[in-house]
Each structure stands twice: as structure tokens, then as C-alpha cells.
């Protein structure tokens, strides 16, 4: 197996013709050694340095919760003493939301908890997680805090993830593998899994074969072939889809998340979560589930601002991988990492280093002031794009 080759030495080339060969079968010396270069530790800052930054580094949602969840979360402190507290039915409500029965939720401090959660739950006896690169790197930190590996499957030259390749990995190391773990929208590229890969993907592995969706972006979806997986949660499959509070809801500092999932696998998820989530987020939560409009305008603000910067971006001569997030990646055709340093130096902060896309800057879409700061100092910063015509 070609474990040790560097994915940027063998270069983008995806497919499933090339997929076993060259996926990546990763002890978890390397998934560290990777997310340690990816993860710095976040920049302690004074509040009022925060405050005046730019802040898309973190796919946040920069307009902050809707007034019906600040009511919902300020009338709810009057818990904050309390250990037995109402908790406005938080699994009920996200059960309701989604036409399923409570059995089928687990809620999480974030999805975040969810994702360790499911690694604790399915990593056990040396298995593996089998995912595609790149991908959500913070699954990977998970991975290797269980002392697990991964097996990684390229994505294909236009960052789509290679489906028949995954599902060649899966049969070919179907023992070693604990479950399978799909971002749609992912992170970092922001490009989607249409609902024809993921049957397609559901039908071609291992029946008992545990998969979670992460569908942490899904609300920013335009795209009529993406549709959510929770229907395939009831297929008598082992399949989990997990969702977060953090993106459309703006609760990402306050920690909620959820996964609906098989009963068994909640059962079994269940004894690993650590049920720390706090009495105002499941108030605010509730009332989030309901504030329909609030998610609309966000969404359409989100998804206008990036296509405005994102055109921006390509008449400067910078492709930009078509996103259908509330983020996007623009290829800068040099190393990445002094560049987000002479960005913050601008008071703009973006996307840290997603290994192996060393040349691509994930940027999160935030407001229309803190896009045109960071045009701006793309201008400054990246040379030849204030006079780079149309290409
Ligand atoms: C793909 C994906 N999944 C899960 C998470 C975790 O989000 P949270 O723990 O805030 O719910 C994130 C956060 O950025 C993410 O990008």
C-alpha cells in the first residue's frame, strides 16, 4: 500500500481507476503530524482586537442569533443556578422538526461532540474511519485521540469526492473500517454530494457498514440535486446525519449540535456523550428550529455575498472552487500560509492550511464590510491581482 506518498507529490488525480492505488492508509502519527500543521492554536486576542477584525476563518454566521432566540436564551438565564431545569424540549423539537421520534436524536455541546462521540463509539478495536481528502480536518484530531487511522480517498480534479472510489475502499478494507464519514457540503471545498452519490455510495458498500452525513452546511444548499440523508437513517442501515445550531443559527460560542440516527446507534452513541449542554442553547435552539425567516434572509445574504466575492475573485484571474457553503476556497496559485499571515497583519482573518490543497485559501463568507476588507487586502496582498484582467 502507498500509505507513505504524499498526496501533494502525487498531485490531484482522483478516479476511481486510481483510488486504491493511491488512497491514503494512515496511522495516526500522520493524521496528527497533519492536523497539527493545519490547527494552530487559536490567537489569544483582547476583546477589542476582536472585535475591529475581519473574521472568516471559522465558516461562522457573522449576523448573530435572531431576536426571537436572544428572547428565547435571555428568558431561559433564570436557569442558570439550576441543575433540574425545563429545557424548553430541545429533543423533542429537533425530533418534531425532523418528523422522526426523540429515540432518534442525540444532541451534543455542538456537533463537534458528536463527531467524538461517534469515534469513541465506532473506532474501538483498531478500526479506521474511511473518508475523503480533504475533508473536515477536525474528525481526523478525533481519530487520533482514539490512537485510530484513516483511510483517505482523493477527491476528484474538480474536488468532487470520488463516490466509486470510496466505495472500492470500502469493500477492499470493509474489516478495517469502524465507519465512513461524508461532509456534504464539505469542508473545506464547499462542494456537495447530490443525492444520486449518496444512494449510489449506500448502495455499493457494505450493508452494515456505519456512515455518518455531516451536514453541518446544509442550509446554504442551492443546489436542486442536494437533498438532505436523514430518509436513509430509516432503511434499516446503519446510518447517522449530524446538523449544528453553529452555521445558520449563529450559536456556534453557545454548543449545540445533533445527530438523528437509528435508535441502536443512539443506544449506542449515547454512553459517550457527555450530556454537557447548557440550560440557554436549548432554549435558544428551540426557538431557532421555528425562525424559518431569519434562516432565509441569512441564507440569502450568505450565498449572494459569496457569489459577489467569488466573481470578484475570477475576474482578478483566480479560479475559486464553486461552493455551495457559507465559505469558499480560492486557488492562489502559491503557498498558502504566509499569505493568511499577511492577511491578519491586515486585521483580516481567513482559513488556516487544509493539507493537501497548500495553495487554496478558504475564505468564510461574513458581512458585506468584512468581504470588501478582505478584497481589498487580496489586492494588496496577493501580487498581480489589481491588475490581473478576466480569465
Ligand atoms: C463540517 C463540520 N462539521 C462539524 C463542525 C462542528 O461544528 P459545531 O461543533 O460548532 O457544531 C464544523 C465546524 O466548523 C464543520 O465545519
Known amino acids: 500500500m502507498d500509505g507513505k506518498r504524499s498526496f501533494s507529490r502525487r498531485g490531484f488525480v482522483g478516479g476511481v481507476a486510481t483510488a486504491l492505488g493511491y488512497l491514503t492508509l494512515d496511522p495516526a502519527s500522520r493524521a496528527w503530524a497533519q492536523s ?84 469513541n463509539t465506532y473506532l474501538r478495536n483498531g478500526r479506521k474511519i474511511l473518508s475523503s481528502e480533504p475533508s473536515y480536518d477536525v474528525i481526523f484530531e478525533h481519530v487520533t485521540a ?11 480534479p474538480d474536488f468532487r469526492q470520488d463516490i466509486p472510489g470510496l466505495v472500492a475502499a470500502a469493500r477492499a478494507y470493509s474489516r478495517d473500517i469502524g465507519f465512513i464519514y461524508l461532509c456534504s457540503p464539505n469542508n ?62 449563529a450559536l456556534a460560542g453557545m454548543r449545540l449540535g445533533y445527530a438523528i440516527a437509528p435508535k441502536e446507534m443512539i443506544s449506542d452513541m449515547r454512553p459517550y456523550a457527555t450530556g454537557t449542554i447548557n440550560a440557554i442553547v436549548k432554549w435558544g435552539g428551540v426557538a431557532a428550529l421555528t425562525d424559518t425567516e431569519t434562516q432565509a434572509k441569512v441564507k440569502r445574504l450568505t450565498v449572494d455575498l ?7 475573485l475570477q475576474s482578478l484571474g483566480y479560479a475559486v472552487i464553486p461552493s455551495e457553503a457559507n465559505f469558499f476556497m480560492v486557488n492562489l496559485r502559491r503557498p498558502v500560509p504566509p499569505v493568511i499571515e499577511e492577511f491578519k497583519k491586515k486585521g483580516v482573518l481567513v482559513g488556516r492550511p487544509f493539507p493537501p490543497l497548500m495553495e487554496h485559501l478558504r475564505v468564510s463568507v461574513g458581512t458585506a464590510d468584512e468581504m470588501s476588507r ?16 478576466a480569465g
Open 188 to 249: 473545506p471545498t464547499g462542494r456537495i454530494v447530490t443525492k444520486q452519490e449518496i444512494a449510489q455510495l449506500l448502495d455499493g458498500i457494505p450493508r452494515d457498514m456505519p456512515v455518518l452525513i455531516d451536514e453541518a452546511y446544509f442550509h446554504f444548499v442551492e443546489d436542486p440535486d442536494y437533498e438532505t440523508s436523514i430518509p436513509h437513517v430509516f432503511e434499516g442501515r446503519p446510518v447517522m446525519v449530524t446538523r449544528t445550531f453553529s452555521k445558520i443559527a
Open 36 to 119: 497539527a500543521t493545519a490547527r494552530a492554536p487559536r490567537p489569544k486576542l483582547s476583546t477589542d482586537e476582536y472585535d475591529t477584525l475581519a473574521k472568516l476563518a471559522n465558516n461562522e454566521n457573522p449576523y448573530g442569533p435572531s431576536e426571537a432566540v436572544m428572547k428565547a436564551m435571555t428568558q431561559s438565564f433564570k436557569y442558570a443556578n439550576r441543575y433540574g431545569y425545563p429545557d424548553g424540549g430541545i429533543t423533542k423539537a429537533i425530533a418534531e422538526h425532523h418528523g422522526v421520534k426523540e429515540e432518534n436524536v442525540l444532541i451534543g455541546s455542538g456537533s463537534g461532540e458528536i463527531l467524538d462521540v461517534a469515534c
Open 146 to 156: 482514539y490512537k485510530a487511522g484513516t483511510i483517505r480517498v482523493p477527491s476528484l
Open 306 to 312: 459569496r457569489k459577489r466575492t467569488t466573481a470578484e
Open 374 to 389: 478582505f478584497l481589498t487586502a487580496f489586492k494588496e496582498i496577493v501580487p498581480g491581482a489589481r491588475t490581473a484582467k
